[in-house]
């Protein structure tokens, strides 16, 4: 069995807070988490990209979702269209 090491780092009290709640909601320790990051890192030789795009990804759900908003209001003010189902032996 391997030994372990413990990291000590410094991160806001706030987002200690937060963290240790959502992760405990998922069955998860901080220190399972970063061992779990850290094992990527060595796995991929590489940061995780998707660690860097979550702002891009919000941003992007952010536009799909107003314009799902936008269509539901435009459906709900009866300027929706109907279509016809086409079945592929139908085309």
């Known amino acids: 069995m391997a030994t372990t090491k413990s990291i000590n780092i410094r991160i806001d ?15 998860l320790t901080t220190s399972a988490v ?3 990051l850290l094992k990527t890192i060595v796995r991929n030789h590489a940061v995780p990209s998707d660690l860097f795009t979550i702002r891009e990804q919000a ?3 952010a536009e799909y979702m107003a314009k799902l908003d936008r269509s539901f209001a435009e459906y709900k003010a ?3 269209q109907q279509h016809r189902l086409l079945e592929v032996d139908d085309v």
């Open 13 to 27: 009290e706030d987002l200690k807070i937060q963290s240790d709640k959502v992760l405990a909601d998922l069955g």
């Open 34 to 36: 970063v061992s779990m």
């Open 59 to 61: 941003r992007n759900n």
């Open 78 to 80: 009866g300027l929706g």
